[in-house]
């Protein structure tokens, strides 16, 4: 089965602190891909980061990173110093079977 | 700029009257995807287009079908709404390889409202 959990619902953070977003998936491909993706309040889901699962580099993108950890089989995102800009959902998909988890929002309060 | 386009951004229909979203894109990407997303929840594929081959998922309810008359057009129609189904209608393209590693490029979205 492919699943993903997102197990925050939401999360409220005082602009400028650092909010870390987990993810958790299950799957049984030896080759898969892990994304996130923001979806703002106007609704267009926007793609962020990609991750396949032979690199389990962690990266660091301006203010995001990611923590990519097969072992765990967690894929968590970090937004530096956040800004209001960055309240959204925030989407980690598992793409090889197109499954989404239940999304985190995030709050970043002025 | 390239890119998705839904239409209409806001859709409202009566019970069982039957709506059509449609969506574009000037990507000519050959992989064309439907989503449903309820408030609060994750979206969830309905189908999806790799060229012309349809790709239903199985759970998805025969009152949702699709049509898609060339790379660039994709329908999503809704035969019979019910209040079940008011939800965001997302349409999203990929470069289809097979891989799993295609990045989708989503629409803004089509909201449907059921009365």
């Known amino acids: 089965a492919q699943k993903v959990t997102q197990a925050q619902t939401e999360i409220s953070v005082v602009e400028k602190e650092d909010v870390t977003l987990d993810c958790v998936y299950e799957?049984?491909?030896?080759?898969?891909?892990l994304f996130w993706y923001k979806q703002p309040p106007s609704g267009e889901l926007v793609f962020l980061i990609r991750?396949?699962?032979?690199?389990?580099q962690n990266e660091i993108s301006g203010r995001y990173s990611w923590n990519f950890q097969k072992s765990t089989s967690s894929f968590n995102f970090t937004i530096t110093a956040s800004q209001v800009v960055d309240s959204a959902v925030y989407f980690c998909?598992?793409?090889?079977?197109?499954?989404f988890g239940k999304g985190n929002q995030v709050v970043v309060i002025p | 700029d390239a890119m998705v386009i839904q239409n209409p951004r806001y859709q409202v229909t009566q019970f069982g009257k039957p709506v059509t979203l449609s969506c574009s894109q000037t990507?000519?990407?050959?992989?064309m995807y439907w989503y449903q997303q309820k408030s609060s929840q994750a979206p969830k594929l309905l189908f999806h287009y790799y060229d012309k081959d349809f790709n239903n998922e199985a759970d998805t309810p025969d009152n949702f079908q699709s049509r898609r008359p060339n790379t660039s057009f994709c329908f999503l129609d809704i035969r019979s709404p019910g209040l079940g189904d008011a939800a965001m209608y997302l349409c999203a393209t990929s470069r289809g390889s097979g891989s799993g590693a295609n990045v989708l490029t989503f629409g803004a979205g089509s909201r449907l409202t059921v009365l």
């Open positions: 998909a598992l793409v090889n079977r197109l499954a």
């Open positions: 990507l000519n990407h050959n992989v």
């Open positions: 799957t049984r491909d030896t080759t898969y891909y």
């Open positions: 991750r396949n699962s032979f690199d389990e």
